[in-house]
């Protein structure tokens, strides 16, 4: 088993939609959860870091079930701009992360 | 503020040549972070180094790949001898020691070995 498992997608959602991914982990002492946005031909950037009590940032929240070992993403009024690949990441050891192979959204108008 | 910088942004070279990789972390990090990113693979973490000092680099491939951190602004990664399946995105992120564990990425140097 992957230490840290999403759907590739694509995701195809209209504009406007709201649209969630997941994301599982196999480390149940993993400690610290993120969620990077990467364009194409570009380098990951952080979108989230991800909290026990769930956190948001305008139209983006993020999410964390340590029960069930697995984190979300939900975007809502989905932009064209929105249109990425999303990875989530995961501490396995103090700093040092593994990424999961990403979720590609297009959104289109 | 400057974010991470990495040289060059592309290589491309013939197999059997020496790559080095170069990367300037953000100013005060504490964290230095080498990856390699390809489609069959995804992201995977090479080397980190804490205070210019390797910490885990069980992820380097084999003995071809050589990384160093000479100073807190400075690290490169040699590739020794270079070969075709060598190709790949190579990042560089850096972070703070802050326990919030936010890395930040480099541009990337896209390389390809011939």
């Known amino acids: 088993r992957k230490e840290v498992e999403q759907d590739p997608g694509p995701f195809n959602v209209p504009e406007g939609a709201t649209v969630a991914f997941n994301c599982t982990y196999s480390?149940?002492?993993?400690?610290?959860f993120f969620w990077y946005r990467q364009d194409c031909r570009k380098e990951p950037k952080l979108l989230m870091s991800?909290?026990?009590s769930g956190n948001e940032d305008g139209r983006f929240t993020a999410q964390l079930n340590r029960a069930s070992q697995y984190i979300s993403l939900l975007i809502r009024d989905s932009k064209l701009s929105d249109s990425a690949t999303y990875l989530c990441a995961v501490t396995t050891g103090f700093q040092k992360l593994v990424f999961g192979t990403g979720t590609r959204l297009l959104v289109s108008p | 503020d400057a974010g991470v910088i990495q040289s060059p942004r592309h290589e491309v070279t013939e197999m059997g040549q020496e790559v080095t990789l170069r990367c300037k972390p953000i100013?005060?990090?504490?964290?230095l972070f080498w990856y390699r990113q390809t489609m069959m693979r995804g992201l995977e973490l090479l080397i980190y180094f804490n205070n210019n000092v390797p910490i885990d680099d069980s992820g380097m491939p084999e003995d071809r790949f050589s990384a160093k951190m000479p100073n807190a602004s400075f690290s490169t990664l040699k590739i020794q001898p270079s070969e075709p399946r060598d190709s790949a995105v190579y990042f560089c992120a850096s972070s703070w020691a802050d326990g919030k564990n936010e890395q930040y990425f480099g541009p990337g140097t896209r390389l390809t070995v011939t």
């Open positions: 480390n149940s002492a993993s400690q610290s």
């Open positions: 100013s005060g990090h504490d964290y």
């Open positions: 991800v909290y026990s």
